[in-house]
């Protein structure tokens, strides 16, 4: 979240944050977010502490944001040949058309 913007009152595992920046929905949904996948850590290691279950969280929501971004790169490379491959076939249908002696359909 930026330094500007209005400040948002969230609670995540209990604690109170003020956090300032993004749109009031925005922050609140990121921070139930947060807060339930903190939970649901908690619950399967009840023993970890607090540090180490923000931690984990940490490295779990890296590792899903790596993912959607090897998945966007690999929609986008798609997108890049699909469209290259569309150019190659406009463009022949183009030279075939003007050719003498061709007929527009």
Do not use: W
């Not at 009152?9 to 993004?22: A, D, K, Q, W």
């Not at 607090?50 to 929501?61: F, G, Q, W, Y």
């Not at 993912?67 to 076939?89: G, P, Y």
């Amino acid at each position: 979240m930026s330094g500007q913007g209005p400040i948002t009152s969230v609670r995540i595992m209990g604690e109170e944050y003020r956090i300032r920046g993004g749109s009031p929905e925005q922050v609140a949904r990121l921070a139930a977010s947060v807060d339930q996948k903190l939970r649901e850590l908690q619950a399967s290691r009840p023993a970890m502490d607090t540090k180490r279950l923000a931690v984990m969280v940490c490295l779990n929501i890296a590792e899903e944001l790596d993912q959607d971004r090897c998945r966007h790169e690999e929609v986008m490379s798609s997108l890049a040949d699909t469209s290259r491959d569309l150019r190659t076939v406009l463009e022949e249908a183009l030279r075939e058309s003007s050719l003498p002696g061709s007929f527009p359909s």
